[in-house]
């Protein structure tokens, strides 16, 4: 008789207790509700701030099945959002990292204009700026290039040129003028004519000189004449 009543209490909490789950393990989560054990049943659990479900949303559901959880209820870190600003711009000091939270994000990233950029550059007469970039602020050390329109040169003589963003301001550029080339003779740039400027040639006579002006681009000859 004894060991019938043994077997009985041995029996009845298998059959109390079969298909039931003890609590499971959560890290950086908890359970609704917490109890150390469950019966076959689903179960819901959130996680700590800064952490979501593995396979759900927000809020996760692990069910009980012979025993065992499935699936087996875990917490993951949020995604961390990395913020990279234009060129000319840094990202507001001391500013924490943003986290995603219950579908928002702990903070909203901004981002400033660095010490030391340039606006947009100014608009240089008779030039064109070569690739111009939509972007409104240059990040310092930035430099454009520009060209001088068709008759028309800096005063060295080169048609393309490049300005400097330094300190927050663009750099004077070489401005482009009006420039002559005699056609009948090879000059060097030191004999470009300016506009407006007289010079003078040798027109093949002893004492003879031919004078030719610049005007707007053009080169005006006078006739083979003594020199005065």
């Known amino acids: 008789m004894w060991i019938l009543g043994f077997l009985l209490l041995t029996w ?24 150390q054990s469950y019966p076959e049943n689903s179960v819901t659990y959130a996680c700590d701030d800064g952490f979501k479900s593995a396979i ?32 000319g711009y840094r990202l ?29 550059p100014p608009k240089i007469s008779n030039a064109t700026i070569l690739h111009e970039a939509s972007q409104e602020v240059f990040a310092e050390g930035s430099k454009l290039r520009y060209e001088c329109k068709t008759g028309h040169n800096t005063e060295d003589g080169k048609t393309q040129e490049s300005i400097t963003c330094r300190a927050g301001w663009w750099m004077t550029p070489l401005p ?35 004078r030719a002006r610049c005007i707007n681009s053009e080169i005006f000859l006078t006739h083979c004449k003594c020199k005065t």
Request: hydrophobic content about 30%; glycine content about 8%.
């Open 176 to 210: 482009c003028v009006s420039k002559c080339r005699y056609p009948y003779f090879t000059l060097t740039k030191e004999e470009l004519f300016m506009e407006g400027e007289i010079k003078s040639f040798d027109c093949g006579h002893a004492d003879h000189e031919q």
């Open 12 to 35: 009845f909490p298998a059959v109390l207790h079969a298909g039931s789950c003890a609590r499971p393990e959560l890290t950086h989560g908890f359970l609704v509700p917490d109890r």
């Open 56 to 87: 759900e949303g927000w809020w996760g559901t692990t069910t009980c099945q012979n025993g065992k959880w499935f699936p087996e209820p875990f917490c993951i870190e949020n995604e961390k959002l990395t913020v990279d600003c234009d060129p």
């Open 92 to 120: 507001t000091k001391a500013f924490p990292q943003p986290i995603c939270i219950k579908g928002s994000w702990t903070s909203i990233p901004t981002c400033e204009k660095k010490k030391g950029a340039c606006d947009r």
